[in-house]
């Protein structure tokens, strides 16, 4: 079975560009999480999907991050202007069921190098 | 505020040695906690979960403790190798109403077997 695929793997990006990250998840989860993980320090939701609905969107920086998972399945993060600040790895999750206690299954992330 | 302390300095052990790793938390009541490996490139990958109600969980050479009472969980991994040389993320969870799986990591503590 193929494991949560995220493309691309490392950008570098100038600061004020637009960039936008990939997630495929685990065939038949429903739930999709982005995380940022900064150097040194545990992932952090930015958002989290049932199905296609935002469920949780709280830590996600609206004025310049955008999400979006249309069908229910892959899902895109935007970032526009991309900020020296959002250097980071980029993390997506999937899990099986909402409301349970299934573990999640991470991709391998995307290295954003703001310069 | 909510937190999740791990140490975050390197914990660096000989081989076959037993590694202790520590979780604390505060302003939490989690439902359970789980713990993740990273590897260095690599997401984290699920390895444990302990419910409030159980004192102990173990997985091979693997032991989780969960005290709700000290707000503390402890990770061991006995007669370590080399090959276990990674980051630890432990992740509580409240697990309530409408948070589904809802996790939130700890800073990672990272962990150096030498042979």
């Known amino acids: 079975e193929a494991g949560v695929v995220q493309s691309p793997r490392y950008k570098i990006i100038e600061k004020k560009q637009p960039v936008a990250f990939w997630c495929n998840p685990i065939s038949g989860h429903n739930t999709l999480y982005w995380y940022l993980q900064n150097l040194g320090q545990g992932p952090e939701l930015l958002i989290r999907y049932e199905n296609e609905e935002a469920v949780d969107d709280s830590q996600l920086p609206k004025d310049r991050f955008s999400a979006e998972r249309l069908k229910g399945v892959d899902s895109t993060l935007k970032i526009q202007p991309a900020e020296l600040g959002d250097s980071a790895v980029y993390l997506c999750?999937?899990?099986?069921?909402?409301?349970?206690?299934?573990?999640?299954?991470f991709g391998p992330g995307t290295r954003l190098t703001v310069l | 505020s909510q937190k999740i302390e791990q140490n975050s300095e390197a914990l660096n052990i000989q081989e076959g040695k037993t590694a202790t790793l520590t979780c604390n938390y505060t302003n939490y009541s989690p439902a359970y906690l789980q713990w993740y490996r990273q590897d260095p490139g690599r997401g984290p990958v699920f390895l444990l979960l302990i419910r409030e109600n159980e004192k102990e969980k173990r997985k091979e050479r693997l032991k989780v403790t969960f005290d709700t009472t000290l707000k503390q969980s402890l990770f061991h991994i006995t007669a370590s190798q080399p090959a276990d040389s990674a980051t630890y993320l432990c992740?509580?969870?409240?697990?309530?109403?409408?948070?589904?799986?809802?996790?939130?990591f700890g800073g990672g503590t990272r962990l150096m077997v030498k042979p």
């Open positions: 992740a509580p969870s409240e697990g309530k109403n409408n948070a589904g799986n809802m996790l939130t």
């Open positions: 999750a999937s899990s099986g069921r909402s409301g349970s206690t299934d573990t999640q299954y």
